[in-house]
């Protein structure tokens, strides 16, 4: 048996009324989530009764449907005596108990009815009816202004708690109730009952329509209703009287009513929580009591930044609570970027900056708009300085740090030129303040690394070269640069087709494109590798644009590129996609864009995941109808290797070939690789690995980089001199066999590509045996690839042979 005694569990329910009263004007979110709990389809304008069936199997609903009943019945009664008493106070005029208690009771006995069905409402509305004719015929005085009074909150209370739902009826309730006793036709009455009806219909609209809907709604309704309302009475001042309400209307749905004393709140707690205390206050912020607050409040964003530096989890827990459980969340995102630049601006060393992705790791995704373009970029900018202290050597870490460095400088003057005053200030001097950072780590950094006895590590073995950070690494190539531009320049320009093996140098030649042709050729570099994971068309166009875009900023003369329209992109990727690429052109006269499509056998896999040409049909499109659009194709296949279907798109193609680099072009990049280094090399040791390497651009900086490891080992165990140490030809004998595990993808890779009858035609010439005139076809398919001298009983690369010896000999 329970031990709860009657009184306490009817104290109990009518606390859950008040509670839920309170929930459906000030906590609207917290309401909608409770009625989820009580049944998923349930809404706060829904009228439970509907759901009746489902009462006997939840008792949930049932009690809830029986509170909204005892609200509707009970709160108008008791709202009416208050109002009505302060405003007869006021201005002095009489009041009508009888008609407006009437109407209360008619209320109530509608409430009673309410949930009835279809017809019998029209059976009430009927009767309500007749018995107002009854009155106006037969009754006077008191008895009239009752039997009226009933029968008009009847029919009101049938329709509106119904129609209008919890907080619109009980609004027009007490409105009526108060102009009634006033008397409605009176001055008086008139203005009782359009400013009550303002006031509340516009706080319970509020709570049902969006801001901008409400005020217009509730401005044409109260300024009609008033002007009908003094024409009624024969009042002068029809329009002032609509006016009023009007206004009172607005009040309402702005909750203006509230927001005055929240004004009065939030300036209280501002200014007696300071000296370290904000902290403590942000659970009585406004907010946490009125989840609808229209109209903005100061200094909320302000305490949750301060109140951040003392407890994070409370801040972020008030952040998270105004973004999912009110209307705040405008202020939650000005709250968010504030702690953001104000984190930012607090670093004072290296390793703050580095640790800046941990730190923010909490702002949602996407982060709000002041951040949006602002934020990733400090958290780029944090990742590559990580990378940079990482890196192997002193020289290394200083050359790194030209990312970060760079992108800080642009930043700063992109922030220069923002409308957003705040962003621009807060993220402006953050932005300054890492600058300054960074330029005097990299000073020490250069200092420590000219002291060092080691040698500087400045071979790049692996990734294409960036020219932020390889500066002059990149070597020779002159010839594929001037045949790319002449061809673009040309009248008539054809496709081109950059190809060669793997790390022969071609996205890195892209890369340094921009810096080897004409200003009025904008180089537009695109990876189609990572084009290709898109599972759709429209993924696909969008990552193309998004490269585009991205590409056009990256160029050392930046070019600021238009976003494609989502919605069309959406609807048509490609065509939509067609449209934008020809806006560029238009926008742009005067310069030809060098579409640069690396990896470009990838979009097969597109053609297969899709089971669409598509993005085949829009290259096609694009060579035929844009003038000022040039592509050009990269890749490790030749035209003769692809599919038949390629055929069809790529017409009219000039084909340029990667290979390996010249023995000049070697030898430059052996020592001299950057800016004054040192030689390091006898001149046997430069001649063997021109030999074992065939001028092979990535196996050349991969020697090269195990020589300088070697030779600091030695420096570091007292094996060799600092100011004297060179590698030999032994030296370079002595690290093939790291060399051969350290490029073992790219080997491994060389070899899969092959196909059975190429890989034993290797096996036999590396047993001894010489290629016969069956051979013929093999044997040139794997000169053509760099594999075989044109013999055809030799490797090109004695360290691809090693490779094969060594693979032949783990079989």
């Known amino acids: 048996m329970s031990n709860t005694s009657p009184a306490s569990g009817f104290w109990n329910y009518v606390a859950e009324c008040v509670r839920l009263l309170y929930w459906i004007y000030f906590k609207p979110f917290t309401f909608k989530r409770w009625l989820r709990d009580i049944h998923p389809e349930l809404k ?21 449907a029986g509170q909204i009943w005892w609200l509707i019945a009970v709160v108008p009664m008791v709202a009416v005596l208050p109002i009505a008493s302060v405003y007869t106070l006021v201005s002095g005029e009489s009041f009508n108990w009888f008609k407006s208690c009437g109407f ?12 009835s069905s279809n017809k019998n409402r029209i059976v009430i509305l009927l009767v309500a009816a007749f018995s107002v004719f009854l009155a106006v015929l037969f009754l006077s005085g008191v008895a009239f202004d009752v039997v009226s009074g009933m029968a008009l909150g009847v029919a009101v209370g049938v329709e509106s708690s119904l129609a209008l739902g919890l907080a619109l009826g009980m609004a027009l309730c007490v409105s009526v109730g108060v102009g009634l006793g006033l008397g409605v036709l009176g001055v008086g009455g008139g203005v009782a009952l359009g400013v009550t009806l303002g006031v509340t219909g516009g706080v319970a609209l509020s709570m049902v329509t969006e801001v901008a809907l409400g005020v217009l709604v509730g401005t044409v309704a109260a300024l009609a209703f008033g002007t009908a309302l003094g024409g009624l009475g024969g009042m002068g001042g029809e329009v002032a009287l609509g006016v009023a309400v009007g206004i009172a209307g607005i009040f309402g749905v702005l909750r203006i009513y509230f927001w005055l004393p929240e004004l009065v709140w939030i300036l209280t707690l501002f200014l007696l929580s300071r000296n370290g205390k904000r902290v403590n206050c942000l659970r009585y912020l406004p907010p946490r009591f009125d989840e609808l607050i229209i109209l903005p409040l100061p200094f909320i964003d302000v305490m949750i930044v301060e109140a951040y530096r003392k407890n994070p989890n409370v801040a972020r827990e008030t952040i998270n609570y105004l973004i999912t459980s009110t209307n705040q969340q405008k202020v939650a995102a000005q709250a968010i970027s504030g702690i953001a630049g104000d984190i930012l601006n607090r670093c004072q060393r290296l390793s703050d900056i580095v640790g800046i992705a941990n730190q923010l790791a909490w702002i949602p995704s ?5 951040l949006g373009i602002v934020l990733p970029q400090f958290l780029e900018i944090s990742q590559n300085l990580r990378a940079s202290e990482e890196a192997t050597s002193l020289y290394r870490q200083y050359e790194l740090l030209n990312i970060p460095i760079n992108a800080l400088r642009q930043l700063g003057q992109s922030l220069a030129l923002t409308k957003n005053a705040r962003v621009a200030v807060s993220f402006g001097n953050a932005a300054q303040s890492w600058l300054t950072i960074l330029e005097t780590a990299q000073r020490t950094l250069e200092e420590q690394a000219q002291q060092s006895k080691e040698i500087r590590q400045v071979y790049i073995a692996g990734n294409s070269l960036d020219p932020e950070t390889a500066k002059n690494r990149f070597k020779g190539r002159i ?25 022969t140098g071609k996205t890195s030649a892209l890369k340094y494109l921009p810096y080897r042709i004409q200003a009025n050729i904008v180089p537009l570099l695109i990876d189609l590798q990572g084009a290709a994971s898109a599972t759709t068309l429209k993924g696909l166009a969008e990552n193309l644009a998004q490269q585009i875009i991205e590409a056009a900023r990256r160029l050392p003369r930046r070019v600021y590129l238009p976003n494609p329209d989502a919605n069309k992109l959406a609807e048509d990727p490609f065509p939509a996609l067609q449209s934008w690429l020809a806006e560029i052109e238009r926008n742009n006269s005067g310069k030809q864009f060098l579409l640069c499509l690396d990896e470009y056998e990838r979009l097969g896999e597109v053609v297969k995941a899709t089971s669409s040409r598509a993005p085949l049909n829009f290259i096609r499109n694009l060579l035929q109808h844009q003038r000022k659009w040039i592509l050009l194709f990269s890749g490790s296949q030749e035209l003769s290797e692809l599919d038949d279907y390629w055929s069809d798109y790529l017409i009219n193609t000039r084909a340029l070939r990667m290979t390996y680099l010249q023995e000049s072009e070697a030898r430059d990049l052996i020592q001299q690789p950057v800016e004054n280094f040192s030689n390091i090399y006898e001149p046997t040791a430069v001649d063997e690995i021109i030999q074992v390497t065939r001028c092979q651009p990535y196996l050349v900086q991969l020697v090269c980089y195990e020589l300088v490891e070697l030779l600091n080992r030695d420096i570091r165990r007292n094996r060799r001199e600092a100011d004297t140490a060179k590698a030999t030809g032994q030296d370079v004998q002595e690290v ?11 080997f491994r890779e060389l070899w899969t590509s092959l196909t059975d009858s190429d890989r034993s035609l290797l096996r036999r010439i590396i047993h001894g045996e010489t290629p016969t005139q069956q051979d013929k076809g093999v044997v040139r398919k794997l000169t053509r690839k760099e594999i075989l001298t044109q013999e055809g009983n030799t490797f090109q690369v004695p360290l691809v042979q090693k490779y094969i010896e060594q693979l032949l000999e783990e079989e």
Do not use: H
């Open 44 to 64: 706060p304008r829904d009228n439970p009764f509907d759901k009746r069936a489902e009462f006997r199997t939840n008792p949930y609903l049932r009690r809830y």
């Open 104 to 115: 209360l009771v008619g209320w109530f006995i509608s409430s009673v009815l309410g949930p």
């Open 366 to 370: 996407p982060s709000p708009k002041e």
């Open 479 to 503: 010839d594929i640069f001037r045949e790319i531009e002449s061809l673009t320049l040309s009248d008539q320009p054809p496709v081109l087709l950059l190809y060669g093996g793997r790390r």
């Open 736 to 746: 093939i066999p790291v060399v051969l595990e350290r490029g073992d993808q790219y």
